[in-house]
């Protein structure tokens, strides 16, 4: 079957099967406000937007998604999901201005025999009672053949007389679920496209289920079977492991089968979002489209990559869904990447400084995942003041602190070519160091100046592992010097301003003339 311009419905019921993930319940505003949001900014096809006789709550929820909808000629584009109880359900769904149900049926022989206690000539009947009682009414009815996966493999002759007696009722679409998820996607090619070739006049929707990681992969078969409409969620939501994300099947129906689709993708992350917020239930970072990762690139290779030909990039594009792609910093950093991140950032540097820059980042990337461009600045300021004598230098350091006894700080350093040990104790680690410092100064015939400003800080929009900037203020005898330091841990963000002051006191004393020279000594 030729896939060229055909094209493919996307029914989207995260309102409805995606409310049965555990843990999941949208309050009536939620509800409503993610409809108008999946019809006007995403422009899916379709909505399912709840169960029938559920609670008072959930009917003024509907009933405000249908009257804002009527407005707006879509009503007939919100489905609600009804139950065969002849006029049970088609009357909650008339009470709340409804224009569509989806029948749930019982599409496998043994959930017939077994949950409903009936063989399939009183099912049928009891369908078509609901049927014709809610196409009286003015309905639209759609039919759901529920666990059809299994039903079929079963017994296909039980699908088939079902098919034969319903297939002239006026159910409009005829909806095929794995609701277990046990198909594969041959499974699906071969006995979707079976119901497809037996009955040709028939709409059929595939709604599947993600249980072994398949949701997508046989939503691709089905499209190429013949469905007229697939069902997704946002987010990937639904009982036990949800149902297909409609952001994976959505770009790989237009991308690998060529299917026109009429949603606008440049709204999917923003309607991630929405869901992620109302749901409660967190994207992860590495998830195709909407995680926070998946548009960065970490090696150094890669980064060199697109710099040079952009060989990295693909019709997946970040563009699309109105992101940019980042270039993350770390200890597998090449100079492509750096070089990324300040063009984003609209800064330039030297030769030599990226090169100092990059190193700083590489040994940051050793004690932090990843440097972000956020962190950025606060590593070139890092750098850029830094001097290239290195009077001190800090070859080890413990801090021990505890909430009520004060801290604990062991440290070893190296002065020119003497290594000496200490410890201090004090109120925090930073405190604890100063007093162990101190200590080992004194054989230097130095002591720290006094601390006149202490101002922590990490970058805007930071998370908890971002990098940390302390900046300190020292009166070096009246007059002040500022030093900043840069680190993942606070305090050993403290500890490198403090080495620098030192450094550069000593420098100063060393060189017997500048300013700090006249510092006060013990």
């Known amino acids: 079957m030729s896939n060229e311009k055909r094209t493919i419905q996307l029914m989207d019921t995260t309102l409805r099967d995606g409310e049965q993930t555990q843990g999941v319940s949208y309050a009536p505003a939620e509800k409503v406000n993610l409809a108008k949001a999946l019809l006007t900014q995403l422009k899916v096809d379709r909505i399912e937007v709840a169960s029938a006789n559920v609670s008072e709550g959930e009917a003024e929820a509907v009933a405000s998604i249908n009257r804002w909808a009527a407005e707006r000629g879509m009503d007939e584009r919100i489905e609600v999901l009804g139950f065969v109880d002849h006029m049970k359900s088609v009357d909650w769904i008339l009470r709340t201005e409804g224009r569509v149900m989806n029948l749930l049926t019982k599409g496998s022989e043994k959930h017939c025999r077994e949950q409903l206690g009936k063989d399939l000539e009183q099912h049928v009947e009891e369908i078509l009672r609901t049927v014709d009682y809610a196409l009286d009414k003015g309905l639209k009815v759609n039919a759901y053949l529920e666990d059809w996966s299994n039903g079929y493999r079963d017994s296909r002759d039980y699908v088939y007389a079902m098919m034969d007696r319903l297939k002239d009722s006026g159910i409009e679409h005829f909806m095929l679920p794995d609701t277990l998820g046990v198909m594969s996607p041959e499974e699906v090619t071969r006995n979707f496209g079976d119901m497809c070739n037996r009955y040709p006049d028939l709409k059929f929707d595939f709604h599947p289920h993600n249980d072994y990681g398949l949701g997508t992969a046989n939503v691709m078969a089905a499209a190429q079977a013949g469905a007229s409409a697939v069902h997704c969620t946002v987010n990937c939501l639904g009982e036990r492991a949800g149902n297909a994300s409609l952001a994976e099947i959505a770009v790989v129906l237009r991308d690998i089968l060529g299917f026109e689709l009429g949603i606008d993708e440049s709204y999917i992350v923003t309607l991630s979002n929405m869901v992620e917020t109302f749901s409660g239930k967190r994207v992860p970072a590495n998830a195709p489209i909407v995680g926070a990762d998946v548009f960065t690139q970490t090696a150094g290779i890669h980064a060199d990559g697109d710099q040079k030909a952009g060989l990295y990039e693909t019709r997946l594009s970040p563009e699309r869904f109105a992101r940019t792609?980042?270039?993350?910093?770390?200890?597998?950093?090449?100079?492509?990447?750096?070089?990324?991140?300040?063009?984003?950032?609209?800064?330039?540097?030297?030769?030599?400084?990226?090169?100092?820059?990059?190193?700083?980042?590489?040994?940051?990337g050793d004690s932090k995942e990843q440097i972000t461009g956020d962190d950025l600045p606060f590593i070139i300021a890092d750098v850029m003041e830094s001097g290239s004598y290195h009077h001190i230098k800090l070859l080890n350091c413990t801090v021990t602190s505890s909430m009520d006894i004060g801290s604990t700080v062991h440290i070893k350093v190296k002065v020119r070519d003497r290594e000496y040990t200490a410890t201090g104790s004090g109120n925090g680690g930073f405190d604890a160091f100063i007093h162990a410092m101190n200590e080992v100064l004194q054989a230097e015939n130095y002591q720290l100046p006094e601390l006149v400003d202490y101002e922590v800080r990490i970058p805007k929009g930071g998370h908890t592992d971002a990098l940390t900037e302390c900046a300190i203020t020292w009166d070096c005898q009246g007059q002040e010097y500022r030093t900043r330091g840069v680190h993942s841990n606070q305090v050993f963000a403290a500890i490198l301003a403090a080495l620098r002051i030192i450094n550069l006191q000593l420098h100063e004393r060393e060189s017997a003339g500048g300013v700090l020279a006249q510092f006060r000594s013990n």
């Open 325 to 364: 792609r980042s270039y993350a910093l770390g200890k597998m950093s090449g100079k492509a990447s750096l070089a990324k991140n300040l063009e984003a950032l609209g800064l330039n540097l030297s030769e030599e400084n990226q090169r100092k820059v990059l190193a700083r980042i590489v040994k940051l």
